[in-house]
């Protein structure tokens, strides 16, 4: 079956843009999380969304990351007013199965130029 | 000190040779995942654990809650096991990641 899908798979923008990233989750899965590897840096949790549950977002960093998920499905992450310290691959996985394991995207890499 | 200390950092080893990467944490936990990461960049999730020992193939993964530990461990390696292994722990809101275990895996 389909796995997590992300688009898109790069992106370049100038300082100061604002940006969006798509994450498509695996089908029937309840859990969608966002995270970001920043260039020789460990991954960093960001949101977590849950079915119809108010979204967890303990880990965005600054007020100018959002996310949402519509339909309990698709889910947008933006960045407004994109800074330099921004580039990084976006990762979106999602979760829902017997296993626990959540299901990682292909991830988008972001260059904020 | 980091919530999830990995171990070792680098490792290479001879093809067939028996491998164990390391993963302490210092946080109170309802689970922990071993995620492989290949060259390309791509995540693939191992195994979540929340007590005991999971098989899948030539992977073996345990964990001691009491002890705050877990291993991975990978029997008869070969060169395509080469990755970056990343534990990560937390519940199922959130993760906390190690810094990975490069793992080189020669002919």
């Known amino acids: 079956g389909a796995g997590v899908s992300q688009s898109p798979s790069n992106k370049v923008t100038e300082k100061g843009k604002d940006v969006e990233l798509r994450c498509d989750p695996i089908?029937?899965?309840?859990?969608l999380y966002w995270y970001r590897q920043s260039l020789g840096q460990g991954l960093e949790f960001l949101i977590y969304?849950?079915?119809?549950?108010?979204?967890?977002k303990s880990g965005l960093p600054s007020d100018r990351f959002s996310a949402e998920r519509t339909g309990g499905s698709v889910s947008t992450l933006t960045i407004q007013r994109t800074q330099q310290e921004d580039s990084a691959v976006y990762l979106c996985a999602s979760s829902g199965d017997r296993s626990g394991r959540q299901y990682f995207g292909p991830g988008t890499r972001l260059t904020v130029l | 000190k980091n919530e999830v200390e990995q171990s070792p950092q680098n490792l290479t080893a001879q093809e067939g040779e028996f491998i164990t990467i390391n993963c302490s944490y210092s946080?109170?936990?309802?689970?922990l995942h071993w995620l492989q990461q290949h060259p390309g960049g791509g995540i693939v999730s191992l195994f979540m654990l929340s007590s005991g020992k999971k098989k899948h193939g030539r992977l073996i993964a345990t964990i001691n809650i009491q002890e705050k530990h877990s291993s991975l461990h990978i029997t008869a390696s070969h060169p395509r096991d080469s990755a970056v292994y990343i534990c990560?722990?937390?519940?199922?809101?959130?993760?906390?990641f190690g810094s990975g275990t490069q793992l080189t895996v020669l002919p």
């Open positions: 990560a722990v937390g519940s199922a809101r959130q993760l906390t």
């Open positions: 969304f849950q079915g119809n549950s108010a979204p967890d």
């Open positions: 946080v109170g936990i309802s689970a």
């Open positions: 089908s029937g899965h309840t859990a």
